[in-house]
């Protein structure tokens, strides 16, 4: 089992920035990949960005490129996302899962493990 645990959402406010952490914890595989996906109320959970374990390949969302960054310290086995010039349209859910496999995807079905997730709220 894969444990994940979210932190450094929060209340800020439009053009702030904000960095998320994701503790990974228990039997990690060895290669994997790590994302980012967000829900808002009523809408369907959203690929944000993801990043390989191995080489730290990135990937992001159209909404958030140039904006949001994803990294990771594999010491640590932790998973970040740096989020700049938010806006009120990025208020959601974030929560970080874990795919067990070295090919990206953007699917949240093609997802194995996932956080409890952590709220971020952009006002206007």
């Known amino acids: 089992q894969v444990q994940l645990v979210e932190s450094g959402g929060g209340l800020v406010q439009a053009g702030d920035s904000l960095r998320l952490s994701c503790a990974a914890s228990?039997?990690?595989?060895?290669?994997?990949?790590m994302g980012w996906f967000r829900q808002a109320p009523g809408k369907e959970r959203e690929f944000v960005a993801a990043?390989?374990?191995?080489?730290?390949?990135?990937y992001y969302g159209d909404s958030v490129k140039g904006r949001f960054t994803i990294s990771r310290d594999n010491a640590k086995n932790v998973l970040y996302l740096r989020m700049n010039s938010l806006k009120p349209e990025d208020t959601a859910v974030y929560y970080c899962?874990?795919?067990?496999?070295?090919?990206?995807?953007?699917?949240?079905?093609?997802?194995?493990?996932w956080g409890q997730g952590t709220q971020v709220t952009v006002s206007s």
């Open positions: 899962a874990i795919r067990q496999d070295t090919v990206v995807v953007r699917v949240r079905d093609g997802y194995d493990y």
């Open positions: 228990g039997r990690t595989p060895s290669n994997y990949v």
């Open positions: 990043i390989t374990w191995i080489g730290g390949v990135t």
